[in-house]
Every structure is written in C-alpha cells, then in structure tokens.
C-alpha cells in the first residue's frame, strides 16, 4: 500500500506503547516499524481503512508530547469510519482511552466520539449517518457553510 497524499505523522514518548494502544483501541495495523537500534522508533506506519498513521519517537527538539506540554493540545487526529462508532468507543474506552464526548449525533449529519490516548493526544471519530446538504447542514447548525472556491 501506497502512503495516501496526506498522513499524519505523531510524536510519542513512547512510540512503541503507543503503536500497541493503536492496535488495541482503534484496531490499526502497524506495517512498519524503523528501529533506532536501542528499542525505539525511529518510523512507523500503522494502517486504518487505507489511511496511514505515522508514529515517531520520542519527539526531538522542536516537537513535544502533550505529556511535555502539561496536556494541552495542537491538534486532533480525526477519523472517520464506515461503520461500528458505538462498537469503537467502547473498544477504546476498554483499552484505556480517556473518553471525552460520548458518541452522539451531529447536527451536520454525522455520529462523533473524542478521546485521548495515554499520552494525551486527542482523537476524533465520526460515521456519516445522515447525508446533508451544504444548505441543509446551515439550517440545522445556524452556521454559515461555504462550499468550493466561495470558502476562501
């Protein structure tokens, strides 16, 4: 398998802890791992429905850990799933994720969950469950929602 155009790519402490935590929760596949020749990891892929995941670690100078920045967050990794949200959260509840918004509909159409792993990463998991118009979805949010070249 190709790597897809876009892949996040995520420092851990403890990379190989947290390619485990992926497995078990979220039911990712690692491909690949690089050794750094002293147990850690240097590269990896894990897999989640033809999308890669890469995780490094631990993060060299310029990148951290929300462990080394007391929790807080830059980013989210999201994903989104055909089927089975409900099934998913509590797979990853059960292996030690840290649920933070029970798995509940959207007014834009979809089902979402958000967790942390156990060094604090967020995640976001949605599964479609009502297809929604650009217009549709204004009406339901009170948001105004652009599409195409009109969004920038």
Known sequence: MKVPPI?????????????DFLE????????????DGQGGVIHSESVFEGCV???????????????????KRTGA???????GLDTLCERARAAGAVIEREPADQP??????TCF???????????????????EMAATTGRKITTSAAAR
Do not use: N
């Open 7 to 19: 892949s996040p790519l995520i420092f851990y402490r403890v990379a190989r802890a947290a390619l």
């Open 24 to 35: 078990r929760a979220f039911g990712f596949e690692t491909r690949m791992v690089v050794d």
């Open 53 to 71: 995941v890469m995780v490094c670690g631990p993060p060299p100078a310029k990148y951290a850990s929300p462990l080394d920045l007391d929790g």
């Open 77 to 83: 990794i999201h994903v989104q799933v055909k089927s």
């Open 108 to 113: 834009y159409g979809d089902r979402v969950f």
């Open 117 to 135: 792993d156990p060094e604090g990463h967020a995640w976001s998991f949605g599964q479609e469950v009502r297809v929604l118009s650009a217009e």
